[in-house]
Each structure stands twice: as structure tokens, then as C-alpha cells.
């Protein structure tokens, strides 16, 4: 029985598995998932796990609970030897190990694009990651409940300060998530004033949200600022030193949280640790048919999509451009990647990946989105509507979406949940040291001796 390896259980890779499951005769071949997490993450929902409108877990779709006929392996691919069918798996526990195989589809996705500003490495923090936004929001939470400790001044203003590095979608719909909620959170927090809440977006280009054309780019800016935020355009973020920001416009402010979306960066396996073809941006060369390699050089039973793979636009009418990456495209290319890989396992015709965009749609924070389709633009409760109806369907698995609806039904009626866990990151503290989380004296004696 042959191998078919899947480098990456993210979007395309789970849907590739999933897909190959429901197609594969049985005794055909047996499918692999490599993944150093045990769940697909649906990327879209981090910006509303920041907001506490979705559940974390439910942003997390289990890869043992769908793909029951695919053997998993929880760790990640160091190297790929397509010359010689091996893989190299650093697992999460022991040796690395080679793992054989026949057919490779390579679905890793990207990561976050790191540039080398002061204070960054130790200061931001992405939002990429389930973790991530979940820190995210107890960060602000947890800022939230110490300024109101405090008295005004710069210490206060600091902890509720919030920076978005990077106007890309994620960082958008971020920026306008966690507004919304540090907006209402001012409700139950009568010590501070809606004037001490400053939420500042950066971006180095003079628009935010690329995917929408221009006015409703603007439109999106002014919204934003009608909410009290600041949105610097054509600013660089130059250092972030101990949460100091400083911006190449000459603006500086100090900033409890500082969050990272600048984009994405190749995935570093596939752009410098396999012998399959790789773009100048570090991509996968991939065909429309989603076969690595090109029309004249294919490379046999290799296959790629998502995120880490340049795939052609053939809706773009001229050859050189690579499809947007993202959920929409990256969904699709994983089930078209199953049904390439079983018709030519059966030697039949293979088909190019085609797909017209739906349109962008963005969350802007709760009751607001942006949705544009070439010249239609809806804005506002109507977009939002549509955001989250669109992604309530669009999440893998009846049970995903039932968990998630209701908890939006339950916020609707009984409001977010706003309480910070960030001492979750230290359980054993109370239990060792019988002190509480954010008991400032015990805190240092704490970090001493930790
Ligand atoms: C905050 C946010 C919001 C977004 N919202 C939208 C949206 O609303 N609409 C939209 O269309 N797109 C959206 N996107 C983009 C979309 O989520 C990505 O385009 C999509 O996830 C790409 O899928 P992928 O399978 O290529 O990569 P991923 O989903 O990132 O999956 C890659 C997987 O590979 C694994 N992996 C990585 N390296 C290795 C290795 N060496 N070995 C083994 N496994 C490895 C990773 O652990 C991961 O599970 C959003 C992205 C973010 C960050």
C-alpha cells in the first residue's frame, strides 16, 4: 500500500486529509499527517478569541477527532529528501527520525515575518496562533485591572495603551477586535476614562486593508478614528524598546501591548531544507494542477498548496501571478490536492485550480465588518452579519459550528465574558507559594525565585 505523506495539518493540509479519507478506496493508500500541533487552527476566528466572542478551543479543530482513518504524527518536518521518498520527523518526544513515503503533498503554510526592530523580539507579540490571541486578550484584561489600581499618570496610560504593528487583514480585524472590547470593558471599570484608552494601528504603506480597494480602505480608517483610535499611516515602527514606540513620523507613546501582524514570511523547512523546487520568496513551485515543479519540469509525486506554495492565478489572464494566499484559496486547493492526488494514483486527468474570489470580508469588531465584491461595498451591522454567518459555515464540522454559535448566542444574551487568565501561564503558584495572581509585593519575591 503506498504512503501519501501531508507535511502541515493546518487548512490545506486538513482538508487534503480529510478529503483523501472520504476518496481513497480502501488498501489504496494510507494517509500521514505530520503536524507539530494536534489541531487545524481556523485562522479567521483568532481576531474575535481576542475579543472573547469565540471560544479558543473552538478555534482549534481536532485532527484525531476528524481524520479517524489517518495515522497522525505530532511533530514537525525537518527535512524533505524527495530524491530518496524520506522525510526527516523531529517528533515531539525522542530522536528525529526518517519516514518514508510515496506521494508528498507539502502544505506547512507560512509564518509570521519577522524585521529586525529594537524591542520587538521581547515586547510584541503575534497573532498567528491560538495562544497567541489568547494572551492577547488576558494581557489587555489583566492591563485593565492594574490601571485601575493606579492613579492617572504615564504608568496608567501606558497599561492601557494598545499598538497593532501592520494594516494587513489579520492586524485590521485585530486592531478593530480587541477595540470593541477594550471599548466595553470601560463599562466595568468606572475607575478609568474612555480618554486613557488609546489603541494606535501602524502601517508603512499609506492604506490599511490592501484586499478592499481605496475608498473603502478610507472608510475603514475613518471608522476606526471615529472609535478614538489612532491609525498611523506611512509609519515605520522604528523601536519598541521596554514597550517605548517609536514611529519614523517622529510620534512616541509607551505601550503596555504591542501586537505583530505584519505578514507572512516563508515557511524556513520549505524555502531552505528540501530538494523540491522554491521560488525567490522562498515559495513552492507548484503547477495549477497543484503538482510541484513546472509545465516542463513536473516533479512526480510531489504536490502542494496553502499558504507555502506559489500557486498560478489562471483567473488573472497572464502568466507570473500567484494566487493571494489565504483561507479561501487554501481550503480549496487542499480538496482539489485530494482529488489530483487519487486520480493520478488511478491514472486519471488531473485539474487546474481554479477559483474566482468571493469578495473580502473583515470583521471591524463586534456589530461591524466590511464586505466588498469588484464594485459592491456593504459596510457596517450588515457586513458583520454576513462576516460571521459566512465563518460559522465556513469552520470544519457540524459540532465546530453548533459550539460556536451558541457561544455567540450566549454572549448576545448575557455579554462577553471579561475575566483575564493570564495566570493560567503559572498554575503552580498559588499551590507552591499560596500568593494570588497580580499581588504586586509577592510578584517580584515570586519572579526571584522562579
Ligand atoms: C488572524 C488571521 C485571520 C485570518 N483571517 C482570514 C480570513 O478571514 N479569510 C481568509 O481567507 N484568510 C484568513 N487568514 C489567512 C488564512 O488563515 C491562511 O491563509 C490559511 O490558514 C493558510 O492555510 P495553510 O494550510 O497554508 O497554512 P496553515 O493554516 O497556517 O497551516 C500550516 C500547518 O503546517 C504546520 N507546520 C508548519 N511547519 C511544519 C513542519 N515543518 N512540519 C510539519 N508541520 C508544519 C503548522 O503547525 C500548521 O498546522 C487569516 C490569517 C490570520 C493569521
Redesign the pocket.
Known amino acids: 500500500m503506498r504512503t501519501i505523506l501531508v ?9 487534503t486529509a480529510w478529503k483523501l479519507e472520504k476518496k481513497l478506496r480502501p488498501g489504496e493508500a494510507r494517509v500521514v499527517v ?4 494536534p ?9 474575535e478569541v481576542l475579543a472573547g466572542s469565540v471560544e479558543a478551543r473552538h478555534a482549534a479543530v481536532s485532527l484525531r477527532r476528524h481524520l479517524r482513518h489517518t495515522k497522525l504524527i505530532s ?4 527535512k524533505v529528501d524527495h530524491a530518496h521518498r524520506t522525510a526527516t ?2 517528533p515531539a518526544e525522542g530522536p528525529d527520525f526518517p519516514l518514508g513515503y510515496d506521494i508528498l503533498a507539502v ?6 515575518r519577522k524585521l529586525a526592530v529594537p524591542g520587538v523580539a521581547e515586547q510584541a507579540i ?4 491560538v495562544e497567541e ?1 489568547v494572551a492577547i486578550r488576558d494581557r489587555l484584561l489583566t492591563a485593565f485591572d492594574r490601571a485601575a489600581t493606579l492613579e492617572p499618570g504615564p504608568q496608567r496610560r501606558k497599561l492601557l495603551t494598545a499598538t497593532f504593528v501592520g494594516g494587513g ?3 485590521v ?2 486592531f478593530g477586535e480587541l477595540l470593541s472590547l477594550a471599548t466595553s470593558l470601560l463599562r466595568s471599570y468606572p475607575e478609568l476614562d474612555r480618554n486613557e484608552l488609546q489603541f494606535h494601528l501602524v502601517e508603512a504603506r499609506d492604506r490599511i486593508l490592501p484586499e478592499v480597494t481605496d475608498r473603502p480602505g478610507e472608510w475603514v480608517v475613518r471608522s476606526l478614528q471615529k472609535r478614538g483610535a489612532h491609525v498611523h499611516l506611512n509609519a515605520q515602527l522604528l523601536a519598541a524598546t521596554d514597550g517605548h514606540v517609536v514611529l519614523s513620523t517622529g510620534d512616541e507613546f509607551d505601550s503596555e501591548l504591542i501586537v505583530w ?1 505584519v505578514g ?1 514570511a516563508a ?4 524555502r531552505s ?1 528540501t530538494d523540491l523546487p522554491i521560488d525567490g520568496r522562498g515559495m513552492l513551485v507548484v503547477r495549477a494542477d497543484l503538482r510541484v515543479g513546472t509545465e516542463s519540469e513536473p516533479v512526480p509525486d510531489a504536490w502542494g ?5 506559489a500557486v498560478p492565478d489562471l483567473t488573472a489572464g497572464r502568466p507570473g501571478v500567484a494566487i ?8 480549496r ?2 480538496k482539489l490536492l485530494a482529488k489530483n492526488i487519487v486520480a493520478d494514483l488511478r491514472g486519471r486527468k488531473v485539474r487546474p485550480y481554479l477559483h474566482h474570489s468571493f469578495g ?4 471591524l469588531g463586534l456589530g461591524r465588518g466590511i464586505f466588498q465584491y469588484h464594485g459592491i461595498v456593504i459596510k457596517g451591522f450588515l457586513a458583520w452579519v454576513m ?1 460571521r454567518g459566512y ?1 460559522v459555515l465556513a469552520v470544519p464540522s457540524w459540532e465546530r459550528k453548533i459550539r460556536v454559535f451558541a457561544v455567540w448566542l450566549t454572549a448576545a444574551v448575557s455579554g462577553r465574558d471579561i475575566v483575564s487568565l493570564a495566570s493560567v501561564q503559572d498554575p503552580r503558584r498559588a499551590f507552591v507559594t499560596g500568593e494570588e495572581p497580580g499581588e504586586p509585593a509577592v510578584r517580584s519575591e515570586h519572579a526571584q525565585s522562579a
Open positions: 507535511v502541515g495539518g493546518g487548512y490545506a493540509g486538513f482538508y505530520v503536524d507539530p500541533r489541531y487545524m487552527t481556523y485562522q479567521p476566528f483568532l481576531p511533530g514537525r518536518v525537518v520527523v523531529r502544505t506547512a503554510g507560512a509564518v509570521t503575534g497573532m498567528k496562533h490571541a487583514f489579520s492586524g480585524e485585530g501582524t507572512n515557511n524556513p523547512m520549505v531544507h498548496a496553502g499558504d507555502d506554495a493571494v494566499p489565504n483561507a479561501q484559496n487554501a481550503v486547493q487542499g473580502t470580508i473583515a470583521t462576516h465563518h
